[in-house]
């Protein structure tokens, strides 16, 4: 019975969560129901992926209405490995929450906190879920919404003016998205994915669903921040409080991601996204500059969390590389590296935030001496930027070699080049915060500094420890990874 | 013993529990890890163990067959040596260190897939720095980071030319593969960096001085031979490699005969001995293989011996600078003894161990018809004769009394010399076991007549002309004009001809040098300029110049494809 609906249950324990965790006030029992909320979400979340895996695709419809007309919730692979993804996240990051969030908000603010976070992870799951075009843009909107609120929270005012900014952009991309859905839904009248993607191969010729995808790509580029469209994200993530940074990091960008993915390959159907129109044409050109510029960028960054966000934009190259080939390895190298990313770059963000609880800084500056003084934490620091180095058996490795081998597959030399590129260039910036750590000494005079606690030092290292088991053992995300590409490509399913 | 684990794995893995030991069962434990790895390296048959899937590829993690036996052995061997020989230190990072880069070496040799080789190639790089960062100070650090990034800088190569060869050929096997193509040219380079082919060899004259006493004993025995043990493996017979050698032999010849530093001067003649080695795998001939496998074998234990005496000296005086030593035969006559027995065996006397090796070298050479270079490696023996036969214990234990007094070297590091100067005179005296190990049946006789006289008229008349030159005083440590060799023509031209030679190179390298860091600054000032934290690509834009992206790239996309 209750298998049944799990789909259903998935979005409703977070949400039904949410405002309980307003009306409960105080910060620690707000953070005790989000934490159950989030378990039950990951517990959802592995159970509907194992079933997804075992048996297909699973389409659920919301209040039984029959799914051209009502809501369709429908998980296959792709996204049954997404919503993993962020309620793993999301249930690894709220233990570690409690303390930073005390550490960093405003007593009266918590609840509040935890009930936006609720949101988000509320927003991010549904957009991943949801079947139905314009039920995405809502779900979308209650994720953007509520991490507008989550970065305004952090302690430096220009959080204010950067999740003003966000809201700006983000809304725009919003709007983009809700004009793409509107065009579809004129030239076919349809809401549904699977009805879209059927009505669609009609009107390849059509310039209202041309308009339409021009204004999905750019809407969701702007939310993934698609080099030229990333300049909200580096202060979103610089003035956000810790925990925010670490969970939109991992999650919010990966899911906007899946959006393009589905967008592309299952609604528009790879043959008229990457034939018809050449969408590649224009990403992987995008990506690649991504790739070398932002890479670059972070090298000069002396503002460690600046630093990790301007490689998160170089990172998000990779996957759109990776989705820019369009073959099966390319786009099983792009939805690894979702993964893989998500696992050390949260778990990058989550050290960094062990460093801000005790030094409350994290500039480069601030972590002299810390490799002594937090060994646990800059170790863990230390293996995920080797991660993002793509040093062998990490995750980077094994999406970087995907991808190479997807470049070369296309004899494509300069990309694959681009891409071991972009690894030297991390290998920099990365080198730049183990120097501070570890080879510069402590200044003179310096408070002492003690270990984070364990609640923190444990999710940081859970993420960072499957930074590394899953860049030994990939069978099941390389597994995953490869079935879910093999679906796009495939087709609609 | 345990099967099929890799030998080398039980150093590495061994090497995590190294620095939780307290002392004496510490040193127990690093005594007894590579006599488990020989333990177990005897109980392997031939054949190919551990494989196992990745990526759909086959690695092969434990390969035995001659060849890797053979430097599997003397690896070991080695690391037993080095082992005794830092055990008066206290420190933990180097000790691990040794460990991890010994099993790398060792675990590199035994791999059967290009990247397991890959894996094992890296982690030697790792490793290794560890050893020259110990002496902690800032140069050793500078040094140390040069090292690193040249290590893995072939690594990368290594792995670009596996990743080709890979796609080219659907096969990683690490067997025989011929300079054929760009994939395995670039294999190629990534050897040639490790085993410091000219021009590529500076990171080791660098890099190897700075070190810690035990680090160059342990760094001299390992990346190089590995890289030997590669070129054998995949390039055996590949023509250019016997002019690459060639080259090797003899122009490090005249740094080390006009180098004060005395680690230094082993480094350069570290090179040459790789040459030697080099022109055997390029030549490609059975016996010529033979002479450069147990050349190999035989270079590991006397470079290690040489350095050792150095370390010792280094060890109790501070120094090594040949313009601040000599004399210490009489504080140290045990580690001049030993000194010297290593510097007879590198110089090829008969009875020592050089002297089996060597010839096979040269007689492979010599019958396979390249007399050119066969003349070149006459030269550069002589030449080693030279640099490290007679300045290295020259200059360290004899010449002129510098005064300087102090106690003979620990009894550790007289064990472990001891131990390798009996391996450098038993072998010279009876080298049938080491032969009997060698991939290809040998029947050579060291001992002939014509053999023995031909490299004592060699080596004699190198001894008369140095010691002529220091009676007349024209051997100062500093003068370049002193490289003495067998026939006067090479004494007085050559030299001169490689000094032009090198001015004219160094004036052409230093300008365009120049001329390449005056780009670099130029572009490195443009890149700041756009991507410093104030440049354009890194400040703050404003929401509407953001919004101009997005109206830019949607009309780029429609633009794209209504057209």
Redesign the interface.
């Known amino acids: 019975m209750i298998a049944a609906h799990l789909p259903a249950l998935q979005i409703v324990l977070p949400l039904a969560a949410a405002p309980l965790c307003l009306l409960l006030r105080r910060g620690t029992l707000a953070w005790a129901l989000a934490l159950a909320a989030s378990w039950a979400a990951l517990v959802c979340a592995a159970l509907l992926l194992r079933q997804v895996l075992i048996s297909g695709p699973i389409s659920y419809e919301l209040g039984s209405w029959a799914a051209p007309w009502g809501i369709e919730y429908r998980v296959d692979a792709v996204n049954g490995f997404v919503l993993l993804i962020v309620a793993a996240v999301g249930a690894v990051i709220l233990p570690y929450a409690r303390t930073s969030v005390a550490h960093e908000l405003p007593e009266e603010q918590h609840a509040t906190f935890y009930t936006a976070f609720l949101l988000c992870l509320t927003g991010l799951l549904g957009v991943t879920i949801t079947g139905d075009a314009f039920n995405l843009f809502v779900f979308l909107e209650i994720s953007s919404l509520s991490s507008y609120v989550l970065i305004a929270l952090g302690r430096d005012r220009r959080a204010l003016t950067a999740a003003f900014q966000y809201l700006v952009m983000g809304t725009i991309g919003a709007t983009f998205i809700v004009i793409g859905v509107g065009l579809l839904y004129m030239a076919t009248g349809t809401l549904n994915m699977m009805d879209l993607a059927e009505r669609l191969p009609p009107l390849a010729g059509n310039r209202t669903v041309l308009v339409a995808f021009a204004f999905l790509t750019v809407g969701t580029g702007l939310k993934l921040a698609l080099f030229p469209l990333h300049f909200w994200l580096p202060n979103a993530y610089a003035y956000a409080p810790s925990v925010v940074t670490g969970f939109l990091a991992a999650t919010a960008t990966k899911v906007s991601v899946y959006v393009l993915l589905r967008f592309f390959f299952t609604v528009f159907g790879v043959g008229y996204s990457f034939e018809v129109l050449s969408v590649g044409k224009l990403l992987i050109p995008l990506a690649a500059i991504a790739i070398l510029v932002c890479s670059t960028v972070a090298i000069f960054q002396n503002d460690v969390k600046r630093m990790l966000a301007y490689s998160s934009i170089a990172q998000i190259g990779y996957m759109i590389m990776g989705i820019g080939f369009a073959t099966t390895t390319g786009l099983t190298a792009g939805i690894l590296h979702l993964f893989n990313h998500a696992m050390m770059k949260g778990g990058l963000f989550l050290a960094l935030g062990c460093v801000f609880l005790r030094v409350g800084s994290v500039r480069l500056e601030a972590l002299h001496g810390l490799g002594k003084r937090m060994p646990l934490t800059m170790f863990s620091f230390v293996l995920g930027g080797l991660s993002l180095v793509g040093v062998p058996l990490t995750v980077g490795f094994i999406s970087k070699w995907y991808l190479v081998q997807a470049a070369l597959e296309r004899d494509d030399w300069i990309l694959a080049v681009v891409v071991l590129v972009g690894s030297l260039l991390a290998l920099v910036y990365v080198w730049r915060v183990v120097e501070a750590a570890y080879f510069k000494p402590a200044p003179e005079g310096a408070a002492k500094v003690e270990e984070a606690p364990l609640s923190m030092l444990i999710p940081t290292w859970v993420l960072i420890g499957a930074s590394i088991y899953f860049g030994i053992d990939t069978s099941l995300t390389v597994g995953v990874a490869r079935q879910a590409a093999a679906q796009l490509i495939g087709g609609a399913s | 013993m345990i099967a099929d684990l890799p030998p080398g794995l039980i150093l590495i893995l061994g090497a995590i529990l190294v620095p939780f030991l307290p002392g004496r069962l510490r040193q127990l434990y690093l005594l007894a890890l590579p006599v488990l790895g020989g333990l177990q390296l005897y109980g392997l048959e031939h054949g190919s163990f551990a494989q196992t899937q990745i990526?759909g590829y086959q690695l092969t993690l434990l390969r035995v067959d001659a060849l890797s036996v053979v430097f599997g052995t003397i690896f070991l061997i080695t690391a037993f040596l080095n082992v005794i020989y830092g055990l008066h230190q206290r420190d933990a990072v180097q000790e691990a260190a040794a460990l991890v880069y010994s099993g790398a070496a060792i675990g590199a040799v035994f791999v059967g897939d290009l990247i397991s080789l890959?894996?094992f190639w890296?982690l030697t790089a790792i490793s290794s720095v560890f050893l020259i960062w110990a002496s902690r100070n800032e140069r050793a650090?500078r040094a140390g980071m040069r090292y690193l990034i040249i290590q893995v800088g072939s690594g990368?190569i290594l792995l670009?030319g596996v990743?080709l060869h890979a796609?080219a050929t659907g096969s990683i096997a690490f067997d025989r593969l011929g300079l054929t193509n760009l994939a395995t040219a670039l294999i190629f380079i990534a050897f040639g960096i490790k085993c410091a082919f000219p021009f590529l060899h500076n990171w080791m004259q660098d890099a190897y001085p700075e070190a810690t006493v035990v680090g160059t004993v342990v760094l001299s025995a390992f990346t190089t031979k590995l890289a030997i043990y590669a070129l054998a493996r995949a390039f055996p017979g590949t023509e250019i490699l016997i002019y690459i050698g060639a080259i090797m032999t003899v122009f490090p010849v005249f740094f080390a005969v006009i180098e004060n530093d005395l680690r230094r001067v082993l480094a350069f003649s570290l090179n040459n001995q790789l040459g030697f080695m080099v022109v055997g795998i390029g030549v490609g001939t059975p016996v010529a293989l033979n002479g450069a496998i147990s050349h190999a074998f035989v270079h590991i234990i006397y470079k290690a011996l040489l350095f050792m005496s150095m370390g010792a000296v280094l060890h109790r005086v501070g120094t090594v600078k040949a313009s601040e030593l000599g004399g210490l035969f009489r504080s140290m006559p045990l580690t001049a003894v030993f000194c010297m027995v290593g510097a007879a065996s590198i110089s090829a006397f008969p009875l020592f161990s050089g002297f089996v090796t060597k010839s096979l070298t040269l007689t492979g050479v010599a019958e396979a018809g390249y007399v050119i270079t066969w003349l070149v490696l006459v030269f550069a023996s002589a030449g080693v004769l030279e640099h490290s036969g007679i300045k290295i214990p020259y200059f360290a234990f004899f010449a002129h009394d510098s005064g300087l007094r102090c106690r003979e070297a620990p009894a550790n590091m007289l064990i472990a010399m001891g131990l390798a100067a009996f391996l450098c005179i038993f072998l010279g005296v009876y080298p049938e076991p080491l032969y009997a190990m060698l991939p290809y049946q040998v029947d050579y006789e060291p001992y002939t007549t014509s053999h023995v006289l031909s490299q004592l008229q060699l080596l004699f008349f190198a001894m008369l002309a140095f010691a002529v030159l220091i009676r007349t005083g024209l051997y100062p440590a500093e003068r370049p004009s002193t490289n003495l060799n067998t026939d006067w023509i090479y004494r007085k031209a050559l030299p001169a001809l490689v000094r032009w030679a090198m001015t004219v190179g160094a004036a052409v390298r230093d300008g365009v040098l120049a001329r390449g860091r005056r780009r670099l600054e130029r572009a490195l000032v443009q890149?700041?300029r756009h991507?410093?934290?104030e440049?354009i690509?890194?400040r703050?834009?404003t929401?509407g110049?953001?919004?101009l992206?997005?109206a830019l790239?949607?009309a780029?996309?429609?633009l794209?494809?209504?057209v």
């Open positions: 990526f890959f894996v890296e650090y990368v670009a990743i796609q890149i700041t991507h410093g934290p440049g690509l890194a703050t834009v929401t110049n953001t919004v992206w997005v790239l949607l780029v996309m429609l794209l494809n209504f």
